[in-house]
């Protein structure tokens, strides 16, 4: 895959979805990179939907992720109640739409009872385990959690003692953390 050489070597997310006992996670951590340096610390890559009842995590260009954002709210106002077919159809847009074809982003959506890792080749994952992570440092946080998950942590411990690991192997990921829940 070529890359573009017109836009910054941009890097620097990751975010980790963990359900457990009920509770559902989502940690990012706020690093942003642009090749080597960093040049932001404490972005802030989850956000809160539908009323609270959705949270959202993203990776990739800001605004790319901030518009794929907003489309999931109008699929969310379209279909209350119905994550799974918001993803789904929000999925089926990016993969079908011009402009959003090249959008260069990922989404990690979860209510309180599923996650969904979303991206723009139309996928619409939802892990078996209960646990998914996207971004430069993800799978690092992936790996930690699914070890931490078996403990008797509670779901957000898991998801902030995954993405203290992650920051530590990952030049990409710090412990400047957003942490939301549902």
């Known amino acids: 895959m070529s890359q573009n050489t017109n836009f910054p070597d941009w890097h620097g997310t990751t975010i980790l ?11 990012g951590d706020g690093q942003v990179s642009m090749g080597h340096p960093v040049v932001k610390g404490n972005a802030r890559k989850v956000r809160r939907l539908a009323g609270g009842r959705v949270v959202a995590g993203f990776a990739g260009a800001t605004a790319d992720a901030f518009t794929l954002i907003e489309r999931l709210e109008a699929k969310l106002e379209q279909y209350p109640e119905q994550l799974a077919r918001a993803c789904v159809d929000l999925a ?3 993969r079908t739409d011009r402009y959003l074809r090249r959008l260069e982003a990922m989404l990690l959506v979860a209510d309180k009872d ?3 890792t979303v991206t723009g080749v139309g996928d619409v994952l939802e892990p078996e385990s209960g ?3 996207i971004g430069s440092g993800g799978n ?7 070890a931490l998950a078996e403990t008797d942590l509670d779901a ?6 995954a993405m203290a690991i992650a920051a530590k192997i990952c030049v990409y990921t710090n412990g ?3 942490v939301e829940s549902v």
Do not use: P, S
């Open 92 to 94: 089926k847009d990016w």
């Open 17 to 27: 979805a963990v359900r457990k006992d009920g509770k559902t996670v989502i940690a």
């Open 131 to 133: 646990i998914a992570a």
């Open 156 to 161: 957000e411990t898991v998801a902030r003692r």
């Open 140 to 146: 690092y946080a992936l790996a930690a959690a699914l």
């Open 114 to 116: 599923a996650i969904f």
């Open 176 to 178: 400047e953390l957003t």
